[in-house]
């Protein structure tokens, strides 16, 4: 059984990520950080999604020898012209709070109108092995932002998203299948899980 390492501290995208791979991965055991011993993990710096989960990743091999799955994601939302986007965990300073976040959005798009709350998650999946093999894919969730915040599933932003496939439940309110079947997490880690297996096979 080979042993791939998770790093996120975002407990829970962590479980939506480890609830995915365990229905995608067969004979792979995932650890969190939380399962090896501490290290520094990087300052999220980069401009891209792409940039930023290829820094966790190679960090958590630097650390720990183990082959390395991070994520790294946002809101994208387009009357900011695609703000929050990598910077949407802190987007209203530290330290980061999701009620917070959600309060300075809804503040920003108060005057926006309906048709143009157009938004759309975004997520990168990194995968690094420790042999230096690198790969990256991406997943992506269309919708809207809508006015109040409604449900209490998911995390961050869900309580304020209505996506285009369930136009009347806020992804906070969908169940977790439903929003794995949709979310850019899901779309980006069923696209990785069979490379997972090959590249540690
Ligand atoms: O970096 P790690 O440790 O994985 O945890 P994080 O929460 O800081 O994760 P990111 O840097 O990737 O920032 C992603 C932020 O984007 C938002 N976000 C991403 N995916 C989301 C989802 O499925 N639902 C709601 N908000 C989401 C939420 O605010 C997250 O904190
Ligand atoms: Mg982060």
């Known amino acids: 059984m080979s042993t791939v390492l998770v790093a996120s501290r975002n407990a829970k995208k962590l479980e939506e990520m480890r609830r995915i791979l365990a229905e995608h991965l067969e004979s792979v055991e995932v650890v969190g950080l939380d399962d090896v011993e501490p290290f520094d993990e990087p300052v999220e710096d980069q401009p891209t999604f792409e940039g930023n989960a290829l820094l966790k990743a190679r960090a958590g091999v630097a650390a720990t020898g183990l082959p390395t799955i991070a994520d790294d994601s946002g809101l994208c939302v387009e009357a900011l012209n695609g703000m929050p986007g990598v910077l949407s965990a802190r987007w209203s ?3 980061k709070s999701d009620e917070r976040n959600n309060e300075l959005l809804l503040a920003q798009l108060s005057d926006v ?7 759309h998650f975004r997520c990168a999946v990194a995968l690094v092995h420790p042999d230096g093999r690198e790969i990256v894919v991406e997943g992506r969730m269309d919708g809207r932002v809508i006015r109040e915040v409604r449900g209490s599933g998911g995390f961050g932003y869900d309580v304020l998203f209505v996506a285009d496939e369930f136009p009347d ?3 906070a309110e969908l169940s977790r299948d439903a929003k794995d079947a949709i979310s850019h997490r899901g779309k980006a880690l069923r696209e990785i899980a069979p490379l997972v297996a090959q590249m540690l096979a």
């Open 93 to 95: 300073g530290p330290p």
């Open 113 to 119: 109108p309906d048709e143009r709350r157009r938004a």
């Open 169 to 171: 439940l806020t992804t």
